[in-house]
């Protein structure tokens, strides 16, 4: 299955919403996504409410992205996480290092 993102930026932040499967096949996908909003923007909104899988590559995009956002004094927020996504967080024990809402 392949993964779904759309961006649209509302004010100085930009909003990523990602449907079906963050996994070993699509993790470059996100990446690519990101390189053109990092040119516009270090305020990141990820929105998984059609997300339906993350596997570790997906958590690996992840973390590299909140490692550049921090390092660019941004932001980085995941919102929508379904009960499934918000687990994978929860056993990674990375719940502790985004802010997920």
Known sequence: MDVNIAVDYFGGEAVLKLGG????????DLEEALEPVFERTNKVVLDFA???????AGLRVLVATQKRVTAAEG?????NASDDIR???????????FDVE
């Open 50 to 56: 059609d997300l339906e899988y993350l596997s570790s």
């Open 21 to 28: 499967h963050l996994n070993t096949n699509t993790a470059a």
């Open 87 to 97: 687990e994978v967080f929860d056993i990674t024990g990375l719940i502790d290092v």
């Open 75 to 79: 932001a980085l927020r995941i919102v």
